[in-house]
Nanobody, 121 residues
Framework: QVQLVESGGGLVQAGGSLRLSCAASIRTFSAYAMGWFRQAPGKEREFVAAISWSGGSTYYVDSVKGRFTISRDNAKNTVYLQMTSLKPEDTAVYYC??????????????WGQGTQVTVSS
């Protein structure tokens, strides 16, 4: 059974930083691309960032480029999202997902339960 468990969310002031982690119980973790999505209240789920199985390719939504960094440690079955210069509009539940490299939700087969990130102004 595949499980993805996010952690690291919380309340932070605008301009602050957080690092999200997603621990995956997947035997072949290194075979999967990983992605981060977010969903704000009343809005659709939005792509944030993706990383290829090797970590050699990354892709970001324009609104987070230069502020967020996705990375992975295949030895630890973990993917990270380092978030800096946070803005109130980054407030959302953040989800990690495992699947094929891309920015569409349909690329991903497995999803975590999400972790709340709240940025105060």
């Amino acid at each position: 059974q595949v499980q993805l468990v996010e952690s690291g969310g919380g309340l932070v002031q605008a301009g602050g930083s957080l690092r999200l982690s997603c621990a995956a119980s997947i035997r072949t973790f290194s075979a999967y691309a990983m992605g981060w999505f977010r969903q704000a209240p009343g809005k659709e789920r939005e792509f944030v960032a993706a990383i290829s199985w090797s970590g050699g390719s990354t892709y970001y939504v324009d609104s987070v480029k230069g502020r967020f960094t996705i990375s992975r440690d295949n030895a630890k079955n973990t993917v990270y999202l380092q978030m800096t210069s946070l803005k109130p509009e980054d407030t959302a539940v953040y989800y990690c997902a495992a699947g094929s490299y891309g920015f569409g939700p349909n690329n991903y087969d497995y999803w975590g339960q999400g972790t709340q990130v709240t940025v105060s102004s």
